[in-house]
């Protein structure tokens, strides 16, 4: 396969690795089309870590991956952020076959173009990039080494419910717009959230690490309810580990975990953020912390680094940071 060409983009990154951060085109198998992705290259000619990184909901590859570069550059990863059709208001984007195809492309691409450590290959996004990384956990899961989705939709039919008629209306409009109707009255429209919803698909990343993040906040000062990652969790936990249908409203409604899932230790890596709430069953892991819709990016590359395809996931609370970001958490819309 020949590698596209390359253009250099200037970005909100730091100086210092603005010139290694490349605009490229990759080859998508499922309509033979080009899509352009940004593109970190680790130095050297070992095989090393590759971190496929996922933009958010509303947004493009245009925006974000600042999230994302400067660990990446820090650890001597590669890193891809593909476009995987853009925002999720059309019927090519949200969690379509296209989207599904493009990232794992993406992933493929980088395998065999650079020298990629196909034992560590990542998978990590937050809000929208959270639902893409829960969809493509259970669609394509042999891919992965570990995947890490922060504030995710796993539910698009009942994201759409939740979102109808309040503050967050314009995300009702795009599952509509993506879906072909409303679900809660079309049923086509219905059948199309189910498909492009990674509760549908959970049940194969059964066997792949998986750990999810979301502040507790997230759905009064963000847009996407903490039921949202809980029912993710629910889905791959023991039947035992999982938790209740009134616990979870409880959460959602109070803003509060409950006295019995009160996590008494804390993660370092989650530096200020205290955690609430950590359960870990099976392959899943679950984290509730002092938050709204953000992700974390020390504790994300502190996790995803510790794990190996074919080694026992590490579940360990993580190292402390090294210095508190300047920059806000806060994922965008």
Request: net charge negative; aromatic share 8%.
């Amino acid at each position: 396969m020949s590698i596209p060409s390359i253009l250099v983009h200037s970005c909100p990154c730091p100086l210092s690795i603005m010139p290694i951060l490349e605009k490229i085109t990759y080859p998508c198998s499922i309509d033979n089309s080009s899509q352009p992705a940004f593109r970190l290259l680790a130095s050297g000619s070992s095989p090393r870590p590759l971190l496929v990184a996922l933009h958010t909901w509303s947004c493009t590859f245009e925006t974000g991956i600042e999230r994302y570069t400067q660990l990446c550059h820090e650890k001597n990863w590669h890193l891809i952020y593909p476009n995987f059709r853009g925002p999720n208001n059309t019927p090519a984007g949200c969690g379509s076959d296209l989207v599904v195809a493009d990232i794992a492309d993406a992933a493929i691409f980088m395998q065999e173009n650079f020298a990629v450590d196909s034992s560590r290959i990542y998978l990590s996004g937050g809000s929208g990039g959270g639902h893409a990384t829960l969809l493509l956990a259970g669609r394509r899961p042999e891919i992965w080494a570990a995947a890490s989705a922060w504030c995710p939709i796993s539910d698009i039919a009942a994201w759409h419910r939740q979102c109808l008629n309040t503050r967050h209306h314009g995300y009702a409009e795009h599952i509509e717009l993506a879906c072909g109707g409303n679900p809660m009255n079309t049923a086509s429209a219905l059948d199309e959230a189910r498909k492009r919803s990674p509760l549908t698909y959970m049940q194969n990343a059964a066997g792949l690490p998986l750990d999810i993040s979301t502040g507790i906040h997230d759905g009064h000062t963000g847009s996407v309810p903490v039921s949202q990652a809980i029912h993710a969790y629910n889905s791959l936990a023991a039947p035992e580990d999982r938790i209740s249908q009134a616990d979870i409203d409880h959460i959602v409604l109070h803003e509060q975990i409950p006295e019995h899932l009160l996590w008494q230790d804390q993660d370092s890596a989650f530096g200020k953020y205290k955690v609430y709430l950590r359960k870990q069953s099976r392959m899943v892991r679950l984290s509730l912390f002092e938050g709204g819709h953000d992700m974390l990016s020390w504790p994300t590359f502190d996790w995803l680094e510790r794990q190996q395809k074919g080694q026992v996931p590490d579940w360990s609370s993580g190292k402390p940071w090294p210095q508190e970001p300047a920059d806000t958490n806060e994922l965008s819309k």
